[in-house]
């Protein structure tokens, strides 16, 4: 059973960066697909980006328009989002989630493991 845990949510201006991080414990970790998802107040959750077992393909949601990274350290068991020139319409809790096929997944229900959240709000 693999377990996630977010990490560097907060609160921070229009046009600020943050870098989230997902530590993964109880799997092979090189082995799985790695995504993030978020859900803003009163919607349903949606893909952000994601990123292949082996870290060579990587997919982002049209909305993030260049302005988010997703990397992996399989020798840290890591996941990180970076986020610049954030918006206010960013400000959601973002989830990591871990697909068993090792490939970058951008459904919810192709990941079979996920983390508790961690919360972003961007002000105006």
């Known amino acids: 059973q693999v377990q996630l845990v977010e990490s560097g949510g907060g609160l921070v201006q229009a046009g600020a960066s943050l870098r989230l991080s997902c530590a993964a414990s109880?799997?092979?970790?090189?082995?799985?697909?790695l995504a993030w998802f978020r859900r803003a107040p009163g919607k349903e959750r949606e893909f952000v980006a994601s990123i292949m077992w082996t870290g060579g393909m990587t997919f982002y949601a049209d909305f993030v328009q260049g302005r988010f990274t997703i990397s992996r350290d399989n020798a840290k068991n890591t996941v990180d989002l970076e986020m610049n020139n954030l918006k206010a319409e960013d400000t959601a809790v973002y989830f990591c989630?871990?697909?068993?096929?090792?490939?970058?997944?951008?459904?919810?229900?192709?990941?079979?493991?996920w983390g508790q959240g961690t919360q972003v709000t961007v002000s105006s």
């Open positions: 989630a871990a697909a068993r096929s090792g490939l970058a997944r951008k459904k919810e229900a192709e990941n079979d493991y």
């Open positions: 109880g799997g092979t970790f090189s082995n799985l697909g």
